[in-house]
């Protein structure tokens, strides 16, 4: 019985510590896709993508990414945004979870397209 709460003490207690980053990682998606979505390919710069960006995250309180690490960059003629990231959460001691969150290119200029 022992074990048993241990085991269910430790799962909640990763629970507890993955949810805010979860949360975060939503709330960049929706931003990265709003911004995307809001480009206009032959009148919106990369810098303004990036300035866009960057209030949206000071506005809604993103920690998780800065914006030196989001890329944004012309391909062929399509611009995209590139916004994945890691977040690693000390569980106890030496073990960390490592959390990734890969799926974040946006093509920009075409609504909710990856």
């Known amino acids: 019985m022992l074990v048993i709460a241990i085991m269910l003490g430790f799962y909640v ?3 507890v510590k ?20 809001e480009h206009q390919p032959g009148t919106t710069t990369v810098g303004q993508v990036r300035r866009r ?6 506005t809604n309180q993103i920690y998780a990414i800065e914006i030196g690490d989001v ?3 012309r391909e062929k003629g399509k611009t995209f ?3 994945s990231y890691e977040a690693r959460i000390p569980i106890a001691g030496r ?7 890969n799926d974040l290119l946006f093509v920009a200029g075409q609504p909710n397209a990856k």
């Open 13 to 15: 207690m990763c629970f």
């Open 71 to 73: 890329e944004v960059y």
């Open 95 to 101: 073990i960390d979870a490592v959390l990734n969150f």
């Open 53 to 58: 960006l960057d209030k949206l995250f000071n």
């Open 81 to 83: 945004i590139d916004a």
């Open 18 to 37: 993955m949810v805010p980053h979860y949360s975060e990682y939503f709330t960049i998606k929706d931003i990265v896709s709003q911004v995307a979505a």
